[in-house]
């Protein structure tokens, strides 16, 4: 069974440009989650969504953030515009369902470096 | 206070010792704890859960849970190098219904 699926692995953009991460869950995962996680600090939540419905993006800066997960399978998050600060890998996860919170399932990451 | 608190480390054991890994939390309403294993440039993976005070083994791992004293542990007995990682733990926050990671420990097993 394949697993979470993120692309692209690394992205090198100059500050003020756009930039967007593609997810594809674990096939029969109803809950996608995006999180952000700086070096030597553990995972912080951006968003969560149940199937499409987005039920949790209070920690989403959403000035420069914006997400979407249309018909309830594939992800994208995308930030416009970045920021220096933004330079972090980006992690995708899904679990079978709103249930199991804590039983994720993690992608491999998109790792941002903004100039 | 972060809601979720662990040694940074690094935690240096020989092979074959036991290495304990520690984590306390702020949220006395938690039900759910959980430890992630993350390998330098690799994404988290889920190790163990537990869900009751007390102890959970599973092979070489053991976690323990004290909720009285808002405090998680994590046990590898014969450590390996290949145990040789950071390690996450991660609280199911009840406010919310949101899984909240601490920091990571970092453990070295040398051999």
């Known amino acids: 069974e394949a697993g979470v699926v993120q692309s692209p692995r690394y992205k090198i953009i100059e500050k003020k440009q756009p930039v967007a991460f593609w997810c594809n869950p674990i096939?029969?995962?109803?809950?996608l989650y995006w999180y952000l996680q700086n070096l030597g600090q553990g995972p912080e939540l951006l968003i969560r969504?149940?199937?499409?419905?987005?039920?949790?993006d209070s920690q989403l800066p959403k000035d420069r953030f914006s997400a979407e997960r249309l018909k309830g399978v594939d992800s994208t998050l995308k930030i416009q515009p970045a920021e220096l600060g933004d330079s972090a890998v980006y992690l995708c996860?899904?679990?079978?369902?709103?249930?199991?919170?804590?039983?994720?399932?993690f992608g491999e990451g998109s790792r941002l470096t903004v100039l | 206070q972060k809601e979720v608190e662990q040694n940074s480390g690094p935690l240096s054991v020989p092979e074959g010792a036991i290495a304990s890994l520690n984590c306390t939390y702020s949220d006395r309403g938690s039900q759910s704890f959980f430890w992630y294993r993350q390998y330098s440039g690799k994404s988290p993976e889920l190790i163990m859960f537990i869900y009751s005070n007390g102890d959970k083994e599973d092979g070489r791992f053991t976690a323990q849970l004290n909720k009285a004293s808002q405090y998680v542990s994590l046990l590898i007995r014969d450590s390996q190098p290949s145990d040789s990682a950071t390690y996450l733990c991660?609280?199911?926050?009840?406010?919310?219904?949101?899984?909240?990671f601490g920091a990571g420990t970092i453990l070295r097993v040398k051999s």
């Open positions: 996860a899904s679990s079978l369902d709103f249930t199991n919170t804590g039983e994720l399932f």
């Open positions: 991660a609280v199911n926050r009840e406010y919310g219904n949101k899984l909240v």
């Open positions: 969504y149940e199937n499409e419905e987005a039920v949790d």
């Open positions: 096939s029969g995962h109803n809950t």
